[in-house]
């Protein structure tokens, strides 16, 4: 049972141009996500969070966007540079839990 | 800067071979997570534990085990290697279970 899913497995975006990023979440008792960016052959890092208190959350190019009737978020890059070519994962827990569930993650390829 | 830092980044091990996966954090986190990754399964948790000696499984705890005898080490624990524990092994700290802080990984390859 898949608890944050992550529908797309890539997507190839012009570099300038927006990325949007989609996540899906079945779990209602979840009230915190969050977004981690992924190199090759590196550990995954941090990028940006938000409450479920909030519907937005922004942090310079990167907006994470969260609508819980629909239990959606989605996580828009603009501009898309080069260096944002990663595998980026959703991320979702309750407060005072020990657990972070991850989505699949999406392969994003930034084009020249 | 948290430091999060695992001993080997490429292990080649024999199908029945006990291996052990070592992580060291600097920040004096008491939570410690050890994750698999795979090609279109993501992040998995395999066990983590929130202080020293104790330990909680995660979502795939089979043919694993873990120790922590201290507050900044947790060991990862293949009792007997079999060929789909191929993975990479990624292991993270944190203080507030929340922001999660990796180690580079540790790619395993059993044979």
């Known amino acids: 049972d898949q608890q944050v899913k992550q529908n797309s497995p890539s997507l190839s975006v012009q570099e300038g141009r927006i990325s949007i990023l989609n996540c899906d979440y079945t779990?209602?008792?979840?009230?915190?996500f969050l977004w981690y960016k992924k190199y090759p052959a590196e550990g995954p890092t941090f990028l940006i969070s938000i409450s479920s208190i909030k519907d937005k959350n922004e942090d310079g190019r990167f907006t994470v966007f969260l609508n819980k009737s629909a239990k959606h978020l989605s996580l828009h890059i603009v501009p898309s540079q080069p260096g944002d070519s990663a595998v980026y994962f959703c991320?979702?827990?309750?407060?005072?839990?020990?657990?972070?569930?991850f989505g699949k993650g999406t392969r994003l390829h930034i084009l020249p | 800067d948290v430091k999060v830092t695992q001993s080997s980044r490429y292990l080649v091990k024999r199908t029945g071979e006990k291996v052990f996966l070592e992580c060291v954090q600097d920040?004096?986190?008491?939570?410690m997570f050890w994750y698999r990754q795979d090609p279109g399964l993501g992040l998995r948790l395999i066990y983590f534990s929130y202080d020293v000696k104790m330990k909680e499984k995660g979502d795939i705890p089979e043919g694993y085990s873990v120790s922590r005898e201290k507050k900044e080490r947790f060991s990862l624990i293949l009792e007997s290697a079999s060929t789909n524990q191929t993975s990479m092994y990624l292991c993270?700290?944190?203080?507030?279970?929340?922001?999660?802080?990796f180690g580079n990984g540790t790619r395993l390859t059993v044979t």
């Open positions: 920040m004096d986190h008491e939570n």
């Open positions: 779990n209602s008792m979840f009230d915190y």
């Open positions: 993270a700290s944190s203080s507030d279970a929340t922001h999660l802080h």
């Open positions: 991320a979702a827990t309750t407060l005072g839990d020990d657990k972070i569930i």
